[in-house]
């Protein structure tokens, strides 16, 4: 998502300095885990697509917009003008090289006719699809946004302004979103949310065969609910079903992400099955003991998850080039477990007591992709991730809220942590599973 943003935002950048149409040429060069892992994560693919100007909620699946340009030899930068552009000359991978800024760094270039640089400009994906340029990072993140009614940075900012307002952190997030756009459109993207999420779902559930890449995994979500369905109806379930439905919803997102189809990022892509997991758990059996309608016990969800997820974003990283997979089924977890907290009626102490516990099980938790592919250990670790995300919600309803980590601690830890871990666990493939139970 990040470097397909990058790519995208570059060429609308040539196209404001009215640069577009003087371009020959473009260059693309990829830098540490994004060229580690890029053919893995289908990077330079993503790359293709931003160019074209496509952004990711409205590009076609069912067109082949990389085979195209591969086939031709031509690219139609932002749909405007028309260049040649042969991938494996015009996108580098450039594993010998990370910028100090961020592992995620790429550098693109617009040449023109005479072969000089007319536009260049270096991005950083930190994680989530979000983009910064060279010049912004080290920003806060509220340095590059508009201010909203209740600021806050820590999870003791944010628990004491509910305090002191008197509302759930779901309320002052739709609050604050409300002030930056109509209410009708926050409802509205909910909504999308939700129903892109249960898409996926389905469609991975739905979808038999082998996953893209050497790898050639066969998709083990329709096997999973064929059993389960067999279960079913030979009366055969236990106690612990419910564990393997989590499991399956998980598995189903995570693979159709391993195969390219669309998920939402959250927060990244690699994480995508978590959420979606335990907000179909809380729609089949969490909201019967909710105090919400069906539609508000989801929307709290999700405006709970993304509380969670600024703290992270504001205090640490979400991005596993740069602490690990902690960063992203790890907080995926944490997301899920407060969003879960919040929908079924828990305390805003309960909801950040399950957001931690959440993160404390997943601390030191490496990225070693096998042949840099979002599968092998992703796509379990999506399922692990969601039933502990379930768990930790139940720990923390079952407490008064009282705890004694805070959130804000296990998110410094993590932050430590990752910062400490070898940079070869850190969305390289150079280390751990990816060299050591398979050699690509
Ligand atoms: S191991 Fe975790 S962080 Fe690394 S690619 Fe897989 S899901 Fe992402």
């Known amino acids: 998502m990040g470097p397909m943003r990058a790519?995208?935002?570059?060429?609308?950048?040539?196209?404001?300095?009215?640069?577009?149409?003087?371009?020959?040429?473009?260059?693309?060069?990829?830098?540490?885990?994004l060229a580690l892992t890029g053919e893995g994560h289908g990077t330079p693919g993503a790359v293709i697509y931003g160019l074209l100007g496509l952004e990711a909620e409205s590009l076609s699946l069912?067109?082949?917009?990389?085979?195209?340009?591969?086939?031709?030899?031509?690219?139609?930068?932002?749909?405007?003008?028309?260049?040649?552009?042969?991938?494996?000359?015009?996108?580098?991978?450039?594993?010998?090289?990370?910028?100090?800024e961020h592992p995620n760094g790429m550098q693109l270039q617009a040449l023109g006719e005479?072969?000089?640089?007319?536009?260049?400009?270096?991005?950083?994906?930190?994680?989530?699809?979000?983009?910064?340029?060279?010049?912004?990072?080290?920003?806060?993140?509220?340095a590059t946004r508009r201010p909203v009614p209740y600021e806050f940075r820590s999870c003791a900012e944010l628990m004491e302004l509910c305090r002191r307002e008197n509302i759930t952190i779901a309320g002052a997030v739709r609050r604050n979103e409300g002030s930056l756009r109509?209410?009708?459109?926050?409802?509205?993207?909910?909504?999308?949310?939700?129903?892109?999420?249960?898409?996926?779902?389905?469609?991975?559930?739905?979808?038999?065969?082998?996953?893209?890449?050497?790898?050639?995994?066969?998709?083990?979500?329709?096997?999973?609910?064929?059993?389960?369905?067999?279960?079913?109806?030979?009366?055969?379930?236990?106690?612990?079903?419910?564990?393997?439905?989590?499991?399956?919803?998980?598995f189903a997102v995570a693979e159709e992400n391993a195969a390219g189809g669309r998920v939402v990022t959250a927060p990244t892509m690699g994480s995508a099955?978590?959420?979606?997991?335990?907000?179909?758990?809380?729609?089949?059996?969490?909201?019967?003991e909710s105090p919400f309608s069906f539609e508000t016990g989801r929307e709290v969800f999700l405006l709970t998850a993304s509380a969670i997820c600024s703290l992270y974003r504001a205090n640490a990283?979400?991005?596993g080039a740069e602490v690990g997979c902690q960063g992203e089924v790890g907080v995926a977890c944490s997301m899920a477990a407060a969003g879960l907290a919040a929908a079924m009626g828990g305390t805003n102490e309960q909801i950040e007591n399950a957001a931690e516990i959440a993160m404390e099980h997943n601390l030191g938790?490496?990225?070693?992709?096998?042949?840099?592919?979002?599968?092998?250990?992703?796509?379990?670790?999506?399922?692990?991730?969601?039933?502990?995300?379930?768990?930790?919600?139940?720990?923390?309803?079952?407490?008064?809220?009282?705890h004694y980590v805070s959130l804000d601690s296990v998110i410094a830890t993590m932050y430590e942590t990752g910062r400490n871990l070898h940079p070869d666990y850190k969305e390289t493939a150079l280390a751990g599973l990816a060299t050591n139970a398979l050699t690509c």
């Open 7 to 33: 790519a995208a935002q570059f060429v609308a950048e040539l196209a404001e300095r009215g640069l577009t149409g003087q371009t020959r040429e473009v260059r693309v060069e990829l830098y540490g885990s």
């Open 62 to 100: 069912a067109i082949d917009y990389i085979s195209k340009v591969s086939s031709s030899g031509q690219l139609t930068l932002g749909g405007q003008h028309t260049i040649d552009f042969r991938p494996e000359r015009h996108i580098s991978l450039r594993k010998d090289i990370t910028l100090p």
């Open 114 to 142: 005479d072969g000089g640089v007319l536009y260049s400009e270096v991005y950083f994906s930190i994680g989530g699809g979000a983009v910064r340029r060279r010049s912004e990072m080290g920003l806060q993140p509220t």
């Open 182 to 250: 109509p209410m009708q459109m926050v409802t509205h993207r909910i909504r999308t949310l939700c129903n892109t999420m249960s898409a996926a779902i389905d469609r991975g559930i739905a979808t038999h065969g082998t996953l893209p890449g050497i790898l050639r995994l066969t998709r083990r979500a329709p096997i999973i609910y064929s059993r389960l369905e067999k279960l079913f109806h030979d009366n055969r379930t236990d106690a612990l079903t419910i564990i393997d439905w989590i499991n399956l919803w998980a």
């Open 273 to 288: 099955g978590v959420l979606p997991a335990v907000l179909r758990y809380y729609e089949r059996y969490g909201h019967k």
């Open 317 to 319: 990283s979400i991005s």
């Open 365 to 402: 938790l490496t990225c070693d992709p096998i042949c840099g592919l979002v599968q092998v250990p992703c796509i379990e670790r999506n399922a692990i991730g969601a039933v502990k995300a379930v768990n930790a919600t139940r720990l923390a309803l079952r407490g008064n809220g009282s």
